[in-house]
Structures are given as structure tokens and as C-alpha cells.
């Protein structure tokens, strides 16, 4: 073959996917956050506070507005404790999460490389695979999208599985065995489509021939291990996504069948395109159709009746990797194209496997020519790519392009209208809000938009009736009820603005937003001298246990500024329970001690904060203060 003279070694291999990588996704470093990536990471307290306990017994949208009871849950603690370490050193800078992405997508690469290599012994279109997966534009859905991470974790430890496993078998050294478990385990603990790693297994021991009896023990573990997952799953965090074949229709496989067609020229063709040529046109989507049966029946012919390996193993890669989708007949409609790309990026590895096949052929039998498709076919992948990363700079260009291809995306034009909201372009917005009223007459969350741009515009009655209906239509969200208790407070209705927080809290008693209103409304309390009212809503957030530090920072304000320092120096020190590191709760207890005239304790603090925060000019000039109050006293 090709490259099987060319000695290239792992980590040269892996610095080249990285290099390629990082030039495809360079651009998108500097993205911001956009849809998930605010409810698993800037609004996830677990995740800013490291509550390893809870990452591990919550699923990853516990804390989501909308009533869970009537969504599959998703248990992917990995996923919640990559972005807890990631949180440590980038805090809410997208930078950093962005080139992690831009590393696992390496690895993956990588990855891909090194399992069809050790399976087929081929270098070029094990190499070639790697490169292919490099630059898929349909990549950028899970690379670019920090919320992604899931199905790059998912890939990283079932690649991994499967490489150690082939290694074992190839080695027969059992201790790698245990690792391809212990992957399988981490893969699981990522995201649930994991649970099809064992068909991956069962594939590569045939490639592998081993015999019946061998296959059978060594496949064991895993069925049994994704049984127990199933199992534990429906009795503690229940998804129907878990029962794709519990009642299997001929309508789930017609979709399933659909499906492989469509992504495949997905895979091919960019999306906007895709949609262009194939979904508005009466005669080309027939003929594109009758093509992907054709090249399918073609390939299927190649790997039962030639028994080409990579081929089949490209093939039913490809048919495992969309498995999923049979279930997620109404997710996909309901998301629309773009949000459910990311479900195609294992399956993914088979289409490039089957391409790195061809193109490793057509680099053998006619090397110049082959070399010219190579760049050109990597050249059209790589500008598609790039291309498409600058969809996800904010969430206005991305939703904007969710709308390109999926015009009636309610999701999208709602989340567009909270984009614009943010930017405070409110006519944008309530354009957007209205078209969704249009196509969903009550949704809830449009109100509330309307509601929250009402506010902003000091039309108070007319948003606490919107934020009302948007109450009754969801009245198992808290959202609406918080933004009425700020109506509320701005009427100067603070008994109505504590019970509507109280109301919101009963639904989501770990509601930042709400305790964070709630600790301002203390304050006001305090100023009025309504200190019962005060120490009723103190007594209501302790209740709750709740892990914002901001909120008992807050409160030790309300308290200080009340002259009531016991109090306050309460709340600093439970914030700083909270969070050790805060440098907000250590500079505010300072200055509460050089408040009370204990000099010591506030020079201690505030040194404390600096070594935290060297440049906070603030705290340095109340440690210069409290330092010369000192010197006066010791000087009488």
C-alpha cells in the first residue's frame, strides 16, 4: 500500500491531527457560549463549585427551568466533571473549553487511526480514516459546541476500549482486557450511547477470528455491565432512550432506514445544501435517493460477496453508529437538522473508513491522480469546515443559521429573540417572539420574553399580566414566577415579590436566580426596618441549602450595611464554606472586621484575597487603611 514503507511513529501521528485540527477550528477558540453550554456550565453551580457527590447523583439538566418529569433524563457525570476541572482554570472564559474540544477531536482522530490500523494492518487507510475524520464539516456540530463534549468524551473511551481490546487480543495480555473494561465503564458514565460498544466488540472479535466460544466469554462482561447500567438507569434516573428495542415498529425501522440516507449525504454535502438541493426539489431528491440505495447495495455487495473487510466493517460501523436515532424519530423533528448532527459523529468512522479505502486504492493504482482527489476531496472538506465554525460565533449567527436550513425552528427563533433580547435589540425580539406565537400559540417561554422586554421598557402592568399567562401556561417552571416577584419589588410590593420568590423556590428550591433576588429583597428589608421580613427570607435560603456563594455574599451585605455584623460575618463565613477561594467573600469579611476594629483579622483577609487577586486595587487600598487604623491604635 501507499504509506506502508513510511515509518511515521504515534506521537507524530497525533501532533499532525492536532495541527490539522487546531487550523480547522482556530477561529472558533474565541466563540461564545451558546444554547446547553449555559445550563451545564455558566449557570451550573455543581460544576463552579466542584460538588462531586451531586455531579454523580444528578442528571446534567436537573437545574433546567422546563418541568423534567416529562423529559428523558441524561446521567453523563463525566461529562459535568470535565467541565468542573476545566472550570478551575479557565473559569467562564470559552477559550479554554473550546481548545480541550479541539484536543479530544485530535484524540479522536487519533484514535480512529490506531483501531483500524491494528485491525487491518493497513497504514495508509488507517491514516487516511484519521485525516478524514479530522475534517468533516459535520464535526464542527459536536467540536464547536462546547456542549458537544459528551459525544467526544463517548468516543474517546470507546475508541479506547476498542483499541486496548484489539491490543489484547493481538498480545494476549490480559491486563489490557480489564482497561477495555474499565473504558467501557468511563464511556457509559459519559453518555448513553456507550451502551453499543459491545456490538463494536462483538464486530472487531469476528475480524479478529476468534472462535464462538472465546467471543462469548470474552463479550460477557460488557453485556452484563450494560445490562446493570439499563437496569440501574430506569429504577434511579428512568429514560425511554434506554428502550430503543422494546417496541420496535416498522415505522421506527422505515425511519431508521430514512435516516441512513440522509446523513449520508449530510456527510457529503453541507447542510444548508444538502437542504437546498435535496428537501425543496421534486425531482433531485428521488435521484439523490436512488443513488445512496444504489452506492449502499454496492457496498454491501463489496462486503458480503468480496468479503472486503473494511468495507464491511465501514458499513456497519455506520449502521451501528445511527442506531439511536430509531427512537429519536420526534427529537429530530422537534430540534431540526443542525441540533441533531452531533448523532452522527460515531458513525461517522465508517463512512471515513470506507472513503479511506477507495482513496488508498486510487492512491495505489493511479498515484497522481489519486493524490490530486486526496487534496481536493481534504480542500472541500476543510473550507466546508472552517466555513461552518463561523455559524457558531454567538448565539445570533448560530440560530440565524439554524433558521437558514429549518425556517419553523420555534427553538431557534425563541432562543434568536433571547439572543437579541441580551443585545438589547428588543424590536428583533419581539419580532421573534411573535413568529412563535404564530406557530405555537402557547408557548409559554414567549410570553415570557415578551414579558422580560416589557420590563425593560418600564411597561410593568403589561409584563406582570404576560409573565402571569406565562405562569399558567408552565406552571411548573419558576422563571416566570421570579420575574413576577421582581415586578413586585419595583412596585414596592415586597410582601407579593417574597411570596412569588417563595413560589419559585417550592418548584426549584436550587434556583440561583430566585436566591439571588431573594437576598436583595432582604436588603431592602433590612433598610426599612422590616427585620422580621428579613430574617424570614435569611431562614427560607438557609432552608434551601442552596451552593451560590454570591447569594450569602449578598445577604452579609444586606446585614453589614444594616449595622448588624454578627449577622453578616455569618454569611461571609458560609460563603466562604461555599467557595474557600472566593476572593469576593474574603476581601468583604475584611472589611466587616476593620468595620468592628479588629484590625487583625482584616489585615489577615485581605492578604488572603491578593494572593487570590494581586491586581484588585480595592483590596489593596482596604489593607492600606487597615493597616494605618492599626498603627493609630497602637500609637494612642
Known amino acids: 500500500m501507499y504509506l506502508t514503507k513510511i515509518k511515521i511513529n504515534n506521537p507524530v501521528i497525533f501532533a499532525c491531527f492536532f495541527v490539522i485540527c487546531f487550523c480547522l477550528y482556530f477561529n472558533a477558540l474565541n466563540n461564545d457560549f451558546i444554547l446547553d453550554d449555559h445550563f451545564l456550565i455558566t449557570g451550573n453551580t455543581y460544576v463552579k463549585n466542584f460538588e462531586i457527590g451531586r455531579i454523580f447523583s444528578t442528571d446534567v439538566f436537573h437545574f433546567h427551568p422546563e418541568d423534567l418529569e416529562d423529559i428523558s433524563k441524561y446521567y453523563r457525570p463525566l461529562q459535568l466533571m470535565s467541565y468542573s476541572f476545566e472550570y478551575l482554570f479557565w473559569k467562564l472564559n470559552p477559550f479554554g473549553y473550546r481548545l480541550d474540544n479541539i484536543i479530544l477531536q485530535s484524540l479522536n482522530s487519533f484514535l480512529v487511526f490506531l483501531v483500524i490500523y491494528l485491525l487491518f494492518k493497513n497504514k495508509t487507510v488507517a491514516l487516511l480514516s484519521g485525516i478524514f475524520f479530522c475534517v468533516l464539516p459535520l464535526q464542527v456540530s459536536v467540536v464547536a459546541f462546547i456542549s458537544g463534549r459528551s459525544n467526544l468524551l463517548e468516543t474517546l473511551f470507546m475508541l479506547s476500549s476498542l483499541a486496548v481490546f484489539i491490543s489484547c487480543v493481538i498480545r494476549e495480555e490480559n491486563r489490557y482486557y480489564y482497561i477495555s473494561v474499565l473504558f467501557y465503564i468511563a464511556a457509559l458514565l459519559t453518555r448513553e450511547g456507550a451502551l453499543l460498544l459491545p456490538a463494536y466488540i462483538f464486530i472487531c472479535a469476528l475480524f479478529l477470528r476468534l472462535g464462538r466460544k472465546k467471543i462469548a466469554i470474552t463479550l460477557a462482561p460488557y453485556v452484563i455491565i450494560g445490562l446493570a447500567y439499563i437496569i440501574l438507569r430506569n429504577i434511579f434516573m428512568p429514560s425511554d432512550k434506554l428502550g430503543a428495542l422494546n417496541s420496535l415498529s416498522f415505522q421506527d425501522i422505515a425511519v431508521y432506514l430514512s435516516y441512513l440516507h440522509n446523513y449520508l449525504w449530510q456527510l457529503i454535502l453541507p447542510l444548508s445544501l444538502k437542504i437546498g438541493l435535496l428537501d425543496n426539489n421534486w425531482f433531485l431528491k428521488p435521484v439523490f435517493y436512488f443513488c445512496s440505495f444504489l452506492i449502499l447495495a454496492y457496498l454491501l455487495f463489496e462486503a458480503v460477496f468480496r468479503r472486503n473487510k473494511i468495507i464491511a466493517f465501514g458499513l456497519i460501523a455506520y449502521f451501528i453508529g445511527l442506531l439511536p436515532v430509531i427512537k429519536l424519530?420526534?427529537?429530530?423533528?422537534?430540534?431540526?437538522?443542525?441540533?441533531?448532527?452531533?448523532?452522527?459523529?460515531?458513525?461517522?468512522?465508517?463512512?471515513?473508513?470506507?472513503?479511506?479505502?477507495?482513496?488508498?486504492?486510487?492512491?495505489?493504482?493511479?498515484?497522481?491522480?489519486?493524490?490530486?482527489?486526496?487534496?481536493?476531496?481534504?480542500?472541500?472538506?476543510?473550507?466546508?469546515?472552517?466555513?461552518?465554525?463561523?455559524?457558531?460565533?454567538?448565539?445570533?449567527?448560530?440560530?440565524?443559521?439554524?433558521?437558514?436550513?429549518?425556517?419553523?425552528?420555534?427553538?431557534?427563533?425563541?432562543?434568536?429573540?433571547?439572543?437579541y433580547y441580551v443585545n438589547k435589540d428588543y424590536k428583533q425580539a419581539i419580532n421573534e417572539a411573535e413568529r412563535v406565537l404564530r406557530l405555537e400559540p402557547y408557548a409559554w417561554d414567549a410570553y415570557l420574553l415578551l414579558g422580560n422586554i416589557s420590563r425593560e421598557n418600564n411597561e410593568l402592568k403589561k409584563a406582570e399580566e404576560l409573565y402571569r399567562k406565562a405562569a399558567f401556561l408552565n406552571p411548573k417552571q419558576e422563571i416566570a414566577l421570579n420575574n413576577l416577584g421582581l415586578i413586585y419589588k419595583e412596585e414596592g410590593k415586597y410582601a407579593d415579590s417574597l411570596a412569588a420568590f417563595n413560589k419559585a423556590l417550592a418548584i426549584n428550591p436550587e434556583s440561583s436566580a430566585v436566591l439571588r433576588n431573594m437576598a436583595e429583597l432582604a436588603g431592602l428589608f433590612i433598610k426599612n426596618n422590616k427585620y422580621d421580613m428579613a430574617i424570614q427570607v435569611c431562614e427560607k435560603i438557609f432552608s434551601v441549602t442552596p451552593y451560590d456563594a454570591v447569594v450569602f455574599i449578598s445577604m452579609g451585605i444586606n446585614w453589614a450595611e444594616g449595622g448588624y455584623f454578627k449577622e453578616a460575618e455569618l454569611f461571609f463565613k458560609e460563603a466562604l464554606r461555599i467557595d474557600p477561594s472566593n476572593p469576593d467573600a474574603i476581601r468583604n469579611l475584611g472589611a466587616l472586621y476593620g468595620n468592628m476594629g479588629k484590625f487583625d483579622e482584616a489585615i489577615r483577609y485581605f492578604e488572603m484575597a491578593l494572593k487570590i487577586n494581586p491586581r484588585d486595587q480595592l483590596t489593596k487600598e482596604f489593607l492600606d487603611n487597615s493597616i494605618k487604623f492599626k498603627n493609630r491604635e497602637l500609637n494612642k
Open 329 to 419: 424519530r420526534d427529537i429530530l423533528i422537534y430540534f431540526g437538522p443542525v441540533l441533531c448532527e452531533h448523532y452522527v459523529y460515531n458513525a461517522s468512522i465508517g463512512f471515513c473508513a470506507i472513503l479511506a479505502y477507495y482513496m488508498a486504492a486510487l492512491l495505489d493504482n493511479y498515484n497522481r491522480l489519486g493524490k490530486a482527489i486526496f487534496i481536493a476531496i481534504v480542500l472541500y472538506f476543510s473550507f466546508l469546515t472552517i466555513i461552518t465554525t463561523f455559524n457558531y460565533q454567538n448565539e445570533v449567527t448560530f440560530y440565524k443559521y439554524v433558521l437558514s436550513v429549518d425556517k419553523d425552528n420555534t427553538i431557534a427563533h425563541l432562543n434568536l429573540g433571547n439572543a
